[in-house]
T-cell receptor, first 115, second 111 residues
Framework: KAGVTQTPRYLIKTRGQQVTLSCSPISGHRSVSWYQQTPGQGLQFLFEYFSETQRNKGNFPGRFSGRQFSNSRSEMNVSTLELGDSALYLCASSLGRTNGWETQYFGPGTRLLVL | SQQGEEDPQALSIQEGENATMNCSYKTSINNLQWYRQNSGRGLVHLIL?????REKHSGRLRVTLDTSKKSSSLLITASRAADTASYFCATVVFGNEKLTFGTGTRLTIIP
């Protein structure tokens, strides 16, 4: 099976702009999660979608939002970008059969630089 | 916020030696997972250990879990240059089912 894919891989934006990142999960996986990785804060959970519904959410401001489509593909959006949003954004998928958070399969990430 | 703290933050060993890294966490967990990340890329799942398990093996990897001490360790035996990477523990807490990552250990294998 093809792995988790994320597009774009690299992105440069300026403060105040908005950005949309895309994630295609492994075929058959219904759960998609998003994480932000920065040198200062490490890996932090943003949100998780399952069957087009947000099932879990981390402690991020409302500028960070996401959605999931019927084919399980997911997008996350960051509005009014700030310098501190510069990070590697990772998407992970899983079967989502249980709430027990089984193995997560991660994509290669989108590296966002905000100038 | 970080649930897990990993120790050491960085580790350099000779190829062929064993590498041990530790993870401590704060609250009761459902399971604990270890991931590897190569140079700013995506994470690769290594092993999952449930709260009612004490030890698990996968190839050259051995993970232990001590719920009384709220700690876990990852042992990589007979290290190889390809093991050079950052290793993260991640916990899943009962009633709040998301992965909460530790701070990571940067492992360097010297050929």
């Amino acid at each position: 099976k093809a792995g988790v894919t994320q597009t774009p891989r690299y992105l440069i934006k300026t403060r105040g702009q908005q950005v949309t990142l895309s994630c295609s999960p492994i075929s058959g996986h219904r759960s998609v999660s998003w994480y932000q990785q920065t040198p200062g804060q490490g890996l932090q959970f943003l949100f998780e979608y399952f069957s087009e519904t947000q099932r879990n959410k981390g402690n991020f401001p409302g500028r960070f939002s996401g959605r999931q489509f019927s084919n399980s593909r997911s997008e996350m959006n960051v509005s009014t970008l700030e310098l501190g949003d510069s990070a590697l954004y990772l998407c992970a998928s899983s079967l989502g059969r249980t709430n027990g958070w089984e193995t997560q399969y991660f994509g290669p990430g989108t590296r966002l630089l905000v100038l | 916020s970080q649930q897990g703290e990993e120790d050491p933050q960085a580790l350099s060993i000779q190829e062929g030696e064993n590498a041990t890294m530790n993870c401590s966490y704060k609250t009761s967990i459902n399971n604990l997972q270890w991931y590897r990340q190569n140079s700013g890329r995506g994470l690769v799942h290594l092993i999952l250990i449930r709260s009612n398990e004490r030890e698990k093996h996968s190839g050259r990897l051995r993970v232990t879990l001590d719920t009384s001490k709220k700690s876990s360790s990852l042992l990589i035996t007979a290290s190889r240059a390809a093991d050079t990477a950052s290793y993260f523990c991640a916990t899943v807490v009962f009633g709040n089912e998301k992965l909460t990552f530790g701070t990571g250990t940067r492992l360097t294998i010297i050929p």
